[in-house]
């Protein structure tokens, strides 16, 4: 990270000031009673971090809030690449289903559209006194001979 010209001035001018009120503290402290320099140098310890440590906390949240924030945008951008291809899946799924469906109804209709015409031109062909014909074979006709002739003189 960068840093300003100014910051070492001002981290200076930080350090001069706790050092006054630590100094203005234990001073102020001492007054009323005799302490010994091992509890005056603890209390100024004390209150030195207790000046400066709501800053220090302060400012390793907020070198971590980038991070954090950025965490937070990969997931939810992950999560809506999910849900897509979720959503992605299910309309596939939904489609091949519907062909599926199509497909099933196609060969009802098919197989009853079969059975009635069976069933009719098979009357039909018997009633003409046509051989029965089996399977689902078309059957071939005949051209007679006045019609070839017919045919060849209009060439």
Do not use: C
Not at 42 to 51: D, K, N, P, R, W
Not at 65 to 85: F, G, H, V
Not at 90 to 97: D, P, S, V, W
């Amino acid at each position: 990270m960068k840093r300003s010209p100014y910051f070492l001035l001002l981290l200076g001018v930080l350090a001069l000031v706790v050092v006054a009120f630590v100094i203005i503290r234990t001073d102020s402290a001492a007054e009323g009673g005799d302490d010994s320099l091992l509890l005056r140098i603890a209390l100024a310890v004390l209150y030195a971090l207790m000046t400066v440590g709501p800053a220090f906390g302060a400012e390793l949240a907020l070198r971590a809030l980038p991070r954090a924030t950025q965490a937070t945008r990969e997931l939810r951008r992950r999560k809506t690449e999910w849900r897509k291809s979720v959503e992605t899946k299910r309309n596939a799924e939904k489609a091949i289903k519907q062909v599926e469906d199509e497909y099933d109804a196609y060969l009802f209709w098919a197989a009853k559209a079969k059975g009635r015409y069976d069933r009719y031109w098979k009357k039909a062909h018997a009633k003409a006194g046509f051989p029965a014909v089996h399977g689902t074979s078309i059957p071939t006709t005949t051209t007679s001979p006045d019609i070839s002739v017919e045919a060849e003189e209009s060439s």
